[in-house]
């Protein structure tokens, strides 16, 4: 329980994908950068430095149904597509 892998994945066939992942914020500080382990293309673009969005920036649609409004951490991660990456530190 020290260490948070990610896997993230475009299945869009023609367009790049860039999105927020949420990474725990116990595990990855503001300003960590996680690096890519693995990708099946052969010049991926690494995912942004760990940001911190605060409370009350964000709306976050949890499982149950409910909304969350952070704070929260994440990466930003720019997928080509058909891309997948597994990222870690």
């Known amino acids: 329980m020290d260490q948070e892998i990610v896997i993230a994945a475009n299945t869009d ?6 999105v927020y992942v ?3 914020m116990t ?4 300003g960590n950068q996680m690096r890519i382990l693995y990708s099946n ?11 911190q969005l605060v409370a009350g920036t ?3 649609q949890e499982t149950d149904g409910t909304t969350g409004t952070g704070p929260l951490n994440c990466v930003r ?11 870690g530190r």
Not at 13 to 18: G, K
Not at 27 to 30: E, R, Y
Not at 41 to 51: E, G, M
Not at 77 to 87: K, S, Y
């Open 13 to 18: 066939t023609a367009n790049p994908s860039s």
């Open 22 to 24: 949420i990474v725990d």
């Open 27 to 30: 595990l990855n500080n503001p």
């Open 41 to 51: 293309q052969q010049a991926p673009q690494a995912p942004s430095a760990v940001q």
């Open 58 to 60: 964000v709306v976050v």
């Open 77 to 87: 991660v720019t997928l080509a597509p058909l891309e997948v990456q597994i990222l």
